[in-house]
């Protein structure tokens, strides 16, 4: 059973680069997927940041597509997460998530637990 | 930016039934997506491609899509369906989307 874990730094300074990683475990992460990262602020709804589909491909938020890269290692089994110029509003838990591409789309159905990364000044 | 709109909040009796629309214009061309988040967990999805149940999930959820609304209905709600519930979609360019969120009460 595939299996997702977010893992980084809790804190990051304000203007800084907020760098996370999740690791796949129970499965491989090369094969016809897309991940995904979302994060949600406390007590607010969720927000799509971007995708990575295996072969390097990406498509990001608009709203974030200026401060974001994604890149994936297969052979760490892992994609990560590059947020740069960060600032309070850019506290929240970040969730990575995997969709299966194309037309064999369930959505989003393995999440990781989730990271809290709180920016502070 | 494209935008998908829920009621705030849902309140329905036990064994009642409860619908949350999802509004948004790419909708007739784009399929949806239903996510249940429970409080401290992750979302769980439990609608896919409009109308299609993943393995696990009960049958007292469907979807149903006309138009640019599509619909998320829980027939027979029970205690353990009260949470938020998000609906997920994509814009023309593929970037995706998630609903504003609606949360269920189940009085």
């Known amino acids: 059973q595939v299996q997702l874990q977010e893992s980084g730094p809790g804190l990051v300074k304000s203007s800084q680069t907020l760098s996370l990683s999740c690791t796949v475990t129970?499965?491989?992460?090369?094969?016809?997927?897309?991940w995904s990262w979302i994060r949600q602020p406390a007590g607010k709804g969720l927000e799509w940041i971007g995708r990575?589909?295996?072969?390097?491909?990406?498509k990001f938020n608009p709203s974030l597509k200026s401060r974001v890269t994604m890149s994936i290692d297969t052979s760490k089994n892992q994609f990560s997460l590059k947020l740069t110029s960060v600032t309070a509003a850019d506290t929240a838990v970040y969730y990575c998530?995997?969709?299966?591409?194309?037309?064999?789309?369930?959505?989003?159905?393995?999440w990781g637990q989730g990271t809290t990364a709180t920016v502070s000044s | 930016s494209y935008e998908l709109t829920q009621p705030p909040s849902v309140s329905v009796s036990p064994g009642e039934t409860a619908r949350i629309t999802c509004s948004g214009d790419?909708?007739?061309?784009?399929?949806a997506y239903w996510y249940q988040q429970k409080p401290g967990q992750a979302p769980v999805v439990i609608i896919y491609?409009?109308?299609e149940r993943p393995s696990g999930i009960p049958e007292r959820f469907s979807g149903s899509s006309s138009g640019t609304e599509v619909t998320l209905t829980i027939s027979g709600v029970q205690a353990e369906d009260e949470a938020d519930y998000y609906c997920?979609?994509?814009?023309?360019?593929?970037?995706?989307?998630f609903g504003t969120g609606t949360k269920v009460t189940v009085l």
């Open positions: 491609k409009d109308t």
């Open positions: 990575i589909f295996t072969g390097g491909t990406t």
């Open positions: 998530a995997r969709e299966a591409a194309a037309g064999t789309s369930h959505g989003m159905d393995v």
């Open positions: 129970g499965g491989s992460i090369s094969g016809n997927y897309y």
């Open positions: 997920q979609s994509a814009d023309t360019s593929g970037t995706y989307v």
């Open positions: 790419a909708l007739p061309k784009q399929y």
